[in-house]
C-alpha cells in the first residue's frame, strides 16, 4: 500500500491529511500509536521508520495530496 494518497493514508490512520502532510515535511510528531498504526497501514515495521537509508538511496517521493479538484 505505499503508493497511497495522503488523504487515504490519513482515513485509514484516523488524522487529518494536513497532519500527514506536516510529518512528510518533518514539521509535526508522531504519537508512538500514530507510528504504529501508519507501520499497519502501509504493511512495515515501525523500526523502519528510523532506519537510514544506505548511501546510494534516492530520496522518497512525497505522497500525492489526494485533494481533488474543485467543482466549478
Do not use: C, H, W
Amino acid at each position: 500500500m505505499r503508493d497511497t494518497s495522503q488523504e487515504r493514508l490519513a482515513a485509514d490512520t484516523g488524522v487529518d491529511r494536513a497532519y500527514i502532510s506536516q510529518l512528510e515535511r518533518r514539521e509535526g510528531n508522531a504519537t508512538v500509536d500514530l507510528l504504529d498504526r501508519l507501520a499497519e497501514v502501509l504493511g512495515v515495521e515501525v523500526r523502519e521508520f528510523f532506519e537510514l537509508p544506505a548511501d546510494d538511496a534516492s530520496a522518497p517521493q512525497p505522497l500525492r495530496s489526494g485533494r481533488r479538484p474543485s467543482a466549478k
